[in-house]
């Protein structure tokens, strides 16, 4: 993944000055003990805060050690000033915790009400309008913090990206999917760049790559990943040529920002002008960490890179397409049990999945395009996707929307992809989510979610939810269970 931050972390103890600071300064150096025993780096600031000088020492030693995320660990009851003030003043994500007491055989001078302590340094974090991560129960051993610190390095992996990233999309949206427009306010709210460009400027870059050098190389990439699944090895150049045009076009307008994504119209004049479809291109993009969304969809490029970053495993971006046949479902029982026909729906996308993501893949034409551009005739301009089953196991369906009077949404559900062939064409799976129906209409229809999904490889809820609401994201949908109303929800249904 060559498109996404790399996290180093800090941890620095605080100790309140009438606490015995020895005390905290040993659970921290406990606490960095069991991050290595779980292979996971953190660098020990040795600097102890008990006040706002030993604050700046602490930045001089964080700024030293470039470290991206700090971990604010109260050893003991902690001074909630100056703890607070190192959040303020580091500037990028940070997470407070807590240690727990260890034995009942030394809670006079080995007592440090930590547990006490969390509840002032929350209150001074509130004053200060910061929101760092505090997990659901922020005090712990030195294995359950270590525990804590893994999960937050995810959350601050996907703060970290969306802190340096631009979008660049190509094309207006298209008209018949309006559903994909939203403002791009937001986006600068979130302090993310975006780059609006014409599919003119596409266009023009995409044929200024004609006869490159490197396509001939690239195409045999393509050739070894593809193997036997190469359907259409004629169209390859076309798509290598593509392919090092957004690369070119990522690198030259960076800019001021580290990482980047695409959200770009594919249709329909992209297929008569460019002479193919983009899919594979996208599919291998997203491999990389720099996913592409079609139909110019710019939040659905975002949640497949809040994704990306948060599971450092590649994403995809799915309709939410189709009800999957009473039949189907009648014949595979054995493979549903636990779930109802409507708790079943098929994800679906022309061929954008990334191959790692699938159960089989090889490249053929865009079923769809190829009716309406070139019916009767053999597949020519329509070729370019990566079609196969989505490969089974778990999944999360995860995405961040903008309203239309600019204010962020977002739903996360966990649930898997089955292993039943889906009998059907493009990058196509059996999706199942339990109370996907009542999901489908309170949440996905009642707030105006459009029609595509980014698709994690794994549950990730939790870490997506936290980086969520550190973010500012206070509208947070799920799946509730069948007790648990949805609000307008019919209670008399």
């Not at 960076?254 to 980047?260: F, I, N, P, T």
């Not at 079943?344 to 190829?370: D, E, V």
Request: with cysteine; charged share 25%; hydrophobic share 40%.
């Amino acid at each position: 993944m060559i498109n996404i931050p790399k996290v180093k972390l800090g941890l620095v103890a605080v100790s309140r000055d009438c606490f015995p600071m020895e005390l905290s300064e040993r659970r921290r150096e406990a606490v960095i003990q069991a991050c290595t025993n779980k292979g996971l780096a953190v660098c020990e600031i040795k600097t102890t805060i008990e006040n706002e000088k030993d604050v700046l020492k602490a930045l001089d030693e964080l700024r030293s050690a470039e470290v991206n995320a700090l971990v604010v660990y109260l050893g003991n009851f902690g001074p909630e000033g100056p703890e607070t003030l190192l959040a303020q003043k580091f500037g990028g994500p940070a997470m407070f915790v807590a240690a727990a007491e260890e034995t009942e055989n030394n809670l006079i001078g080995g007592r440090g009400d930590a547990y006490c302590g969390m509840l002032n340094a929350s209150y001074n974090l509130a004053l200060r309008k910061l929101r760092p991560y505090i997990p659901e129960y922020p005090v712990g051993t030195a294995e359950e913090i270590a525990d804590m610190i893994a999960d937050f390095e995810d959350i601050a992996r996907v703060i970290l990206g969306l802190s340096k990233l631009k979008i660049m999309s190509f094309g207006p949206r298209p008209q018949d999917f309006l559903a994909c427009n939203a403002p791009i306010k937001p986006l600068y709210d979130l302090g993310i760049e975006i780059m609006e460009n014409s599919e003119l400027d596409l266009f023009e870059s995409f044929q200024k790559h004609a006869n490159d050098e490197r396509i001939p190389a690239l195409v045999k990439e393509m050739e070894e990943e593809l193997g036997e699944g190469n359907g259409y090895p004629g169209i390859l150049p076309k798509l290598a040529q593509y392919e090092l045009t957004l690369k070119d076009w990522m690198e030259k307008n960076l800019g001021a920002s580290e990482y980047a994504i695409f959200a770009n119209k594919c249709w329909p004049a992209f297929q008569t002008q460019f002479g193919f479809v983009p899919c594979y291109v996208n599919s291998r993009l997203a491999s990389m960490g720099i996913p592409a969304a079609c139909e110019t969809d710019i939040y659905g490029a975002l949640s497949e890179y809040i994704i990306t970053c948060a599971t450092q495993i590649p994403a995809t971006l799915l309709d939410i397409n189709n009800s999957v046949p009473k039949d189907m479902y009648e014949n595979n029982k054995e493979l549903l049990a636990g779930y109802r026909l409507d708790d079943l729906f098929m994800g679906f996308h022309c061929g954008n999945t990334p191959k790692c993501n699938m159960k089989n893949a090889s490249m053929k034409y865009q079923l769809i395009m190829h009716r309406l551009l070139e019916p009767d005739k053999e597949p020519d301009i329509t070729r370019g996707t990566l079609e196969g089953a989505i490969r089974p196991g778990d999944i999360t369906l995860f995405r961040l929307q903008s309203t239309a009077d600019c204010t962020l949404r977002s739903y996360i559900a966990e649930g898997e992809v089955i292993d039943i062939d889906p009998k059907s064409f493009g990058g196509i799976g059996v999706f199942a989510i339990k109370e996907m129906a009542r999901f489908y209409r309170y949440v996905l229809i009642a707030k105006r979610f459009p029609h595509h999904a980014g698709v994690a490889f794994k549950h990730v809820g939790k870490v997506l939810f936290a980086a969520l609401k550190m973010l500012g994201v206070d509208d947070i949908s799920f799946n509730q269970p069948a007790s648990m109303l949805y609000k307008d929800e019919n209670p008399f249904k």
